[in-house]
């Protein structure tokens, strides 16, 4: 056999290997048995600025960061079994060219996979923000279709679920949702707990979530006896405290009604990015925690960002919640910056 031919069979197993064990790990997540202790990683916002693209970083991602934050969770002791990343992954808004944004897709997982995480068993779930699900028309960002199947196609082996809500339409008591976003917006169940991920920008629903089918999700959630509740998006229901771009309060009646099944549940962290910071919100019952600080640009006047990753550690009546950074220079973001530690930069506990 030509040995070119030999090197693409096995690539060819090894993917299809590593997409069976990402199955089947998720699918014996639904029969959630209770972990006593375990720990989770969340982040997200590793993409870089459209003026800093070159043929060299085919990704767009800011790889520095990316690399090393890989590397970093998987000397994380105890090792957390899962990294969950919060969105815009690459920098998208392809015009349209969904050819492009699979290419972006691909080197993004190419980076994951030559890291030391898929051999540790740290499994990760990725799903979309509005650059790999939208792009820019006018002074907009419109969610598109082709974009969000393209998304699906190419991180199929990342997606942790498919029992997400479908096409509804227009159609009054529904979430008016005018693609299929059962492996968008979903849930799965690990350890005792209740994982719910969103896409806040599907098409005809941009900075919006479905908070008719999240109540049906949550109601069933607590009836199966799920101790914990995390939930996930990439744009954050409440402002921080800088000055960022809009998130879901640019529609503040679907942004309440979605909080509002949040809190009827208990659900105890809503995690998001868009922001590319860290910071903590508590809004009554359920807490915000954005976490967008995995290695995007940041304004030059902002004062006290760092790049990192949260660590989340779970127990049977708390959370544990730990984020971890290093500082960075604003200008030159993308340079390797091998002197500056990782170290705590925030930590406090819910449900103490």
Known sequence: MHKF?????????????????????????????????YTFVVTGDDRIAPDDTNANNPSTTNTYQLKRMFKEVSELSP???????????????????????????????????ASPLPAKGVRLVAFPGNH??????????????????????EM???????????????????DS????????????????????????????????????W???????????????????????????????????????ANRDSAWAVMEKYNADVYF??????????????TWQIVCGNAGAPCPEDWIGPYYGFTVVRVHSQKVDITSMGRDLDLKTYTAPRDEKATMIRAKFTIGQ
């Open 5 to 37: 031919t030999l090197m693409k069979k096995i690539s060819l197993f090894l993917t299809l290997l590593i997409g069976a064990l990402s199955l089947l790990f998720f699918s014996s997540c639904n029969h959630n048995p209770v972990i006593e202790d």
């Open 79 to 113: 090792l957390p079994k899962m990294l969950i990343f919060n969105g815009d992954l690459v920098l998208g808004y392809c015009d349209g060219d969904t050819v492009k944004l699979a290419n972006e897709l691909k080197e993004w997982i190419k980076i994951y996979q």
């Open 132 to 153: 790999e699900t939208a792009e820019k028309i006018g002074s907009g960002k419109i969610a598109y279709a082709p974009d969000e199947r393209t998304f699906v196609r």
């Open 156 to 174: 199929k082996d990342y997606i942790a679920g498919d029992n997400g809500p479908h096409y509804t339409g227009l159609r009054p008591g529904t």
């Open 177 to 212: 949702l005018m693609t299929d976003q059962s492996r968008l917006t979903y849930s799965f169940n690990f350890g005792g707990d209740h994982f719910v991920i969103f896409s806040s920008d599907a098409v005809s629903r941009e900075s919006r979530i479905p908070f008719h």
């Open 214 to 252: 999240l109540d049906k999700d949550l109601k069933q959630a607590r009836n199966d006896g799920a101790r914990h509740i995390f939930l996930f998006a990439h744009k954050p229901a409440w402002k921080t405290r800088y000055g960022t771009e809009a998130g879901l309060d640019e529609f503040p």
């Open 272 to 285: 998001c990015s868009h922001f590319h910071l860290w910071d903590s919100i508590h809004k009554g019952k």
